[in-house]
């Protein structure tokens, strides 16, 4: 693992290892222990122009490449992945505080939109479309965009990467990569190592690791990226949302989520507070799609809430390399400060604490609270950390009033033991997706992903994953003589 921290804590670009000329380093910190990891003096704006045009030059060639042959290079990153699982998990824990669940879950989607690139790189098809001229043919091709610029989060690092990277650069454009500077190694740089041993062309793929106060908005604003994939807050979303537009710009984004695990009154209630726990507390809760809400019918409430509490008392809060372990720490101190505040403002506020988790640096035990005053702003936000809020709710109608009550409409799930009354409660709640007797954190390749509200514009996956990642251009071939009017 500490050859990782140490040869991939540079910048890549244009196919080389170099470090960068910014004004400062990033220390890269176990947010367990508090171990240095590495340190990465950031990537500067003339770098990152640098990357952008390594991109723009290799890119012409990998479009025109076969895409028989360009699926091998995703065929050698996936048997790379398999092979390294071990070191990359280690990785995970180290930098990320994931604990071994968590890796496993992260790694096990990686590789199936790894999987996923195999396929896309054959998914591009042309079409022939009828014309009212005689003699005429339209011809319509999808294209590659060109460069895809890539700005990934800190909690799913190496998925979310991967999820932009690998599709971009199946369907034949070139990637510039910047990782969340929390996880500048499992976010970026291993990333670009594998696809740098699977064989992939030099320049095609760039990881800058950089910092908006050194660049600005260089990464976004500049001329070479026709997409910017975003995967963060909704707050820099808005922001990247806005620059793109201004430069006529693709931006696909998936932003924060506030979702909701509705428990209605004829639900499996053991089944139910499994699926609640794991949908709330999987990665300290770190989790865009995380159940931030439970809801639970008036008439089930007690019985309910006594075992999901006991439940949650039980998980296992520490070293997140012990595999035992089920909520390690947050990424950082301002986040724990964050997740603690949240609990003594719902307190403040007059909410009751059923457990009530304490903080030592960034281990944030979990907190179950209740009795939220309806009005509160904290139920209307997302919660980045192990916190639940549990309300009742009296029938489905005040169910579905207070789910809707929220900027966010991410994910979401429903409990019942009748399979259409829970698909027709999922149709009236303003989300993007939405499971019945399941739990709200699900990711599938084949599945359009995104959300509705503050939650983002654009969806990733399949289908979607051609339509973020190339273009269609109209050719016409004029068999024979067109007539002009003059």
């Not at 035992?324 to 403040?348: D, F, K, L, R, Y």
Request: proline share 5%.
């Amino acid at each position: 693992m500490s050859s990782y921290f140490t040869d991939l804590a540079k910048q890549y670009i244009d196919g080389e290892w170099r470090p960068g000329t910014g004004s400062w380093d990033i220390i890269n910190f176990n947010p367990y222990d508090g171990e240095k990891l590495a340190s990465i003096t950031i990537a500067a704006v003339d770098e990152v122009d640098q990357a952008y045009q390594a991109a723009a030059r290799a890119q012409k060639e990998w479009a025109a490449t076969n895409s028989y042959a360009r699926r091998v290079v995703f065929e050698k990153a996936l048997r790379l992945v398999e092979e390294r699982e071990k070191e990359i998990t280690e990785v995970i824990i180290a930098e990320l505080g994931g604990t071994h669940l968590k890796a496993g879950f992260e790694l096990h989607l990686a590789k199936e939109f790894l999987r996923e690139s195999i396929h896309l790189a054959l998914r591009p098809e042309g079409r022939i479309i009828p014309s009212p001229i005689d003699g005429k043919e339209n011809r319509l091709y999808r294209v590659p965009v060109g460069v895809v610029g890539v700005i990934s989060p800190f909690n799913f690092p190496f998925l979310l990467s991967l999820k932009s990277v690998a599709p971009a650069l199946a369907l034949g454009n070139g990637v510039v990569l910047k990782p969340h500077q929390n996880t500048p190694i499992t976010g970026g740089t291993l990333i670009a190592k594998i696809f740098e041993d699977a064989g992939l062309p030099k320049g095609l793929l760039n990881v800058v690791v950089t910092d908006i106060a050194e660049i600005g908005d260089a990464f976004i604003e500049h001329p070479v990226p026709k997409v910017i994939s975003f995967t963060g807050s909704d707050k820099v979303g808005r922001h990247v949302a806005t620059v793109c537009a201004a430069q006529f710009k693709r931006s696909v984004l998936e932003l924060g989520g506030n979702s909701a695990i509705v428990v209605l009154d004829d639900a499996d209630l053991d089944y139910a507070v499994d699926a609640a726990v794991f949908s709330r507390y999987v990665h300290q809760g770190q989790v865009c799609m995380a159940a931030n809400r439970v809801l639970v019918d008036r008439s089930i409430a007690d019985e309910f809430t006594e075992k999901f509490v006991a439940k949650v008392s039980s998980l296992k809060v520490g070293d997140p390399s012990d595999p035992q372990t089920v909520i390690g720490p947050v990424i950082n101190t301002a986040q724990a400060n964050a997740v603690s505040g949240v609990v003594e403002q719902a307190i403040a506020e007059g909410a009751t604490a059923l457990l009530h988790g304490s903080t030592t640096d960034n281990l944030v035990e979990p907190s179950v609270l209740t009795d939220v005053p309806a009005d509160s702003a904290l139920l209307r936000q997302e919660v980045f950390g192990p916190v639940a809020f549990l309300i009742p709710f009296d029938g489905e109608q005040d169910a579905l009033r207070i789910v809707n009550d929220t900027p966010y409409g991410l994910s979401g799930a429903v409990h019942t033991g009748d399979i259409e009354r829970g698909v027709a409660f999922a149709k009236q709640v303003d989300t993007g997706m939405f499971h019945v007797n399941d739990g709200t954190v699900h990711d599938e390749p084949l599945v359009p992903f995104g959300g509705e509200k503050n939650s983002g514009i654009g969806r990733l996956n399949g289908e979607t994953t051609l339509e973020a990642f190339t273009t269609q251009k109209w050719i016409s071939v004029q068999h024979g003589r067109s007539q002009f009017p003059f």
